[in-house]
């Protein structure tokens, strides 16, 4: 059992920036891929980002990339979220989440509390 929680969220202007966190309590988080998603009211959890387990091979949703870049630190247990450039359009609930290295929720299978993100136009 993994368990992940996430902070950073916050309240932010249009082009701001904010890093996400991710805290995971095993050092079995170091044989996860880790991916982050966000959800926004009335929508569907949407694919954000995933690094593999190795650090070796990350991925985005076309809407974030150039933007926002996913890293981890093994010795840590860390998992970040770095955010620039933010739009309204980026406001959601985030989380984190271990699994595979897949833009398919379904193929997650531990997950944070999420963590809220709000940009301001």
């Known amino acids: 059992q993994v368990r992940l929680v996430e902070s950073g969220g916050g309240l932010v202007q249009t082009g701001g920036s904010l890093r996400l966190s991710c805290a995971a309590s095993e050092r079995t988080f170091n044989t996860y891929n880790m991916g982050w998603f966000r959800q926004a009211p009335g929508k569907e959890r949407e694919f954000v980002a995933v690094?593999?387990?190795?650090?070796?091979?990350?991925y985005y949703a076309d809407s974030v990339k150039g933007r926002f870049t996913i890293s981890r630190d093994s010795a840590k247990q860390l998992v970040y979220l770095q955010m620039n450039s933010l739009k309204p359009e980026d406001t959601a609930v985030y989380y984190c989440?271990?699994?595979?290295?897949?833009?398919?929720?379904?193929?997650?299978?531990?997950w944070g509390q999420g963590t809220q993100v709000t940009v301001s136009s």
């Open positions: 989440a271990a699994g595979a290295f897949s833009r398919n929720p379904s193929e997650y299978t531990y």
């Open positions: 690094i593999s387990w190795n650090r070796i091979s990350t």
